[in-house]
């Protein structure tokens, strides 16, 4: 079974400042791993993801997200957030085995609050 | 564009009341998954298909059946709401990886928010 963790379920940051946001997985097999992000009143909208190769992986809207196999985690970065970027962002992972016909595990979600 | 519609943006129903939920998308898609969302407990996976009228559950199934009839077509049924199955429901398909080479990129609809009075 997989178990995903997101350390902090809000985060406020001022505008223009950097941001991280934490996503820790547990896992007995090898996993894909994504992180969404979701607007208010809208579905989730997939940010980047990782599958394999470059542990650093860049998506849309100026994110990236380090992959790092010993501290299972998968981390979330933006050097200088902008007041659209607040939203809800989500953590996600994938057993490699199954094809993805058994869905995502996602964390608890991250509510990223940035202030003027 | 890969685009997944839901039926509804908001509904609201009747304890009691039989509710089906759908959701369709275009892109051919092997994958089909219900998820609802509640705050501070994220996105819990509901019922998944992998081909038509193939049927999964997933984390939390109680009170909730799907039909898929079609490849695009993914259908929540609440056979008898009630007022704890208020919620944010999600549906979302992939591609089947093992098959297509693809990958596990699940596309969301936009949801429905479902009150049951």
């Known amino acids: 079974a997989q178990s995903v963790t997101q350390l902090d379920s809000q985060v406020p940051v001022f505008e223009e400042a950097p941001v991280e946001l934490r996503c820790n997985y547990s896992s007995s097999v090898s996993v894909y791993l994504f992180w969404y992000v979701q607007y208010p009143n809208q579905g989730l909208q997939l940010l980047l993801k990782y599958l394999s190769g470059s542990t650093l992986v860049k998506g849309i809207n100026g994110f990236e997200a380090e992959f790092n196999k010993s501290q299972t985690s998968f981390h979330l970065r933006k050097p200088s957030v902008h007041i659209s970027d607040t939203a809800e962002y989500f953590c996600?992972?994938?057993?490699?085995?199954?094809?993805?016909?058994?869905?995502?595990?996602f964390g608890k979600g991250t509510h990223l609050i940035i202030q003027p | 564009d890969v685009k997944v519609t839901q039926s509804s943006r908001y509904l609201v129903k009747r304890t009691g009341e039989k509710v089906f939920l759908e959701c369709v998308q275009d892109?051919?898609?092997?994958?089909m998954f219900w998820y609802r969302q509640d705050p501070g407990l994220g996105l819990r996976l509901i019922y998944f298909?992998?081909?038509?009228?193939?049927?999964e559950k997933g984390d939390i199934p109680e009170g909730y059946s799907v039909s898929r009839e079609k490849k695009e077509r993914f259908s929540l049924i609440l056979e008898s709401a009630s007022t704890n199955q208020t919620s944010m429901y999600l549906c979302?398909?992939?591609?089947?990886?093992?098959?297509?080479?693809?990958?596990?990129?699940?596309?969301f609809g936009p949801g429905t928010r479902l009150t049951v009075l």
């Open positions: 298909s992998y081909d038509v009228k193939m049927k």
């Open positions: 996600a992972v994938s057993d490699r085995s199954g094809g993805g016909a058994d869905g995502l595990t």
């Open positions: 979302a398909s992939s591609f089947s990886s093992l098959d297509r080479g693809g990958t596990d990129t699940q596309y």
């Open positions: 892109m051919d898609h092997e994958n």
